[in-house]
């Protein structure tokens, strides 16, 4: 089903591996040339900026190419309905394509060129069969669509963010088949504990290959989601109004409902953070801390009681001292160890995405790092010396 074959992926795995253990001294220039040569993959690969790049350039000339043909041919309704699933036909071959033809792996095209094929795919659904109607229940289908096609393109690509749209398709399902906002969210929550069963029981037979970092991502994208559809101070919608107003959320729900979510958002924190510390799975014992922080942050909300200025700066104090806390108590264990648990930064991994935020976010506040240089009058002259250096006269 995969459309990169084991062998390739797990190699371009030890490619990665050999990078990280010589950035951080575990292997000589020697060794690391020695396995270099074992490691070779027929692959194309690029580096997560080119990567960027070339997935917006891909985005943006296949966004043009439609509209150009479109504005040109100006079809009817129907005809642009038909005209759109052609082209979400057009763009998966192509992306099929790049990757068998070209052997492209994560290279922004073929990127590309599959989110293209969901977005036309949707867009044709929607203009071929339901645009200009009154509502249907059979409306569902379009998003129905995105949630299939976006899981098997993560499944054929390997694509994580894929899965994350299947999820953000499936949070409009619930709305075409019942009004009631409370069983809306145990919808979308019994979703997403579905996938997270069949997630978890695939992922425990990945642990030590390739594929163990991408089933942990979306097991971590599954729990943060049911947390996030059971929150209910968390809404998409009116989100600040509710942030700051907690009565205004319980009095759109019934009241057990609402109490009973209280419960859960303080009961899954835990489950989480414990089954991450169980497979020692950083992804997931990030989300735990996530939804930890933000089972904090909406407490009050959720109780009605009202916020003050320097919350964040309690909640910020507390982050700070639990950090140091766990930080302490693992390097006092034997080697610095602690249940297979160390402080220390066994690879350059952590460094690389720190150097990659810091490239990206550093653009973004210039004036943060350099301040911009203060004019000068150009009527003003050094002065008020009876000499200057180098035999010059005070007017130098």
């Given amino acids: 089903m995969r459309l990169y074959s084991t062998s390739s992926e797990e190699t371009l795995r030890a490619r990665k591996l050999l990078t990280d253990w010589v950035g951080e001294g575990f292997l000589t220039k020697a060794q690391y040339q020695l396995l270099e040569q074992e490691t070779v993959s027929e692959l194309r690969t690029t580096n997560i900026f080119l990567r960027l790049v070339l997935f917006l350039f891909t985005l943006i000339s296949v966004s043009a190419a439609a509209g150009l043909f479109y504005v040109v041919s100006r079809p009817s309704e129907q005809t642009a309905g038909v ?61 129905a669509a995105g949630v299939v096609f976006s899981l098997w393109i993560w499944l054929r690509f390997g694509l994580s963010y894929a899965f994350l749209a299947a999820m953000i398709f499936a949070l409009f399902l619930p709305g075409y088949w019942i009004s009631s906002r409370e069983a809306q969210r145990l919808i979308i929550a019994m979703f997403y504990a579905i996938g997270l069963a069949g997630v978890a029981s695939v992922h425990s037979r990945h642990r030590f290959d390739y594929l163990e970092e991408a089933y942990s991502l979306v097991e971590a994208f599954l729990w943060l989601g049911i947390y996030l559809a059971i929150n209910l101070q968390l809404s998409l919608l009116n989100l600040s109004a509710r942030w700051w107003d907690g009565t205004r959320a319980a009095a759109q729900f019934a009241g057990p409902f609402y109490w009973g979510t209280w419960v859960l958002i303080w009961c899954l924190p835990p489950i989480v953070l414990a089954r991450g510390i169980r497979q020692k799975d950083r992804f997931v014992i990030a989300v735990g801390a996530i939804v930890a922080s933000l089972t904090l942050v909406s407490n009050k909300p959720y109780l009605g009681w009202p916020r003050h200025t320097w919350d964040p700066m309690l909640l910020g104090i507390l982050l700070t001292g639990v950090a140091f806390f766990i930080r302490r108590w693992l390097a006092r264990g034997p080697g610095g160890i602690r249940h297979g648990f160390t402080a220390a930064r066994l690879s350059g991994k952590d460094k690389h995405w720190i150097n990659i935020g810091a490239t990206v976010l550093g653009p973004l506040s210039p004036h943060s790092i350099t301040p911009d240089p203060q004019p000068s009058s150009p009527d003003f002259r050094f002065g008020g010396g009876q000499t200057g250096g180098g035999g010059a006269g005070g007017d130098f």
């Fill in 83 to 143: 005209f759109f699933l052609i082209f979400a036909a057009v763009c998966y071959a192509a992306a099929e394509a790049a990757v068998s033809q070209l052997g492209l792996y994560r290279y922004g095209i073929e990127e590309a060129l599959a989110v293209c094929s969901v977005g036309f795919l949707c867009a044709g659904l929607e203009v071929a069969f339901f645009s200009g109607s009154v509502y249907s229940p059979k409306e569902f289908l379009v998003p």
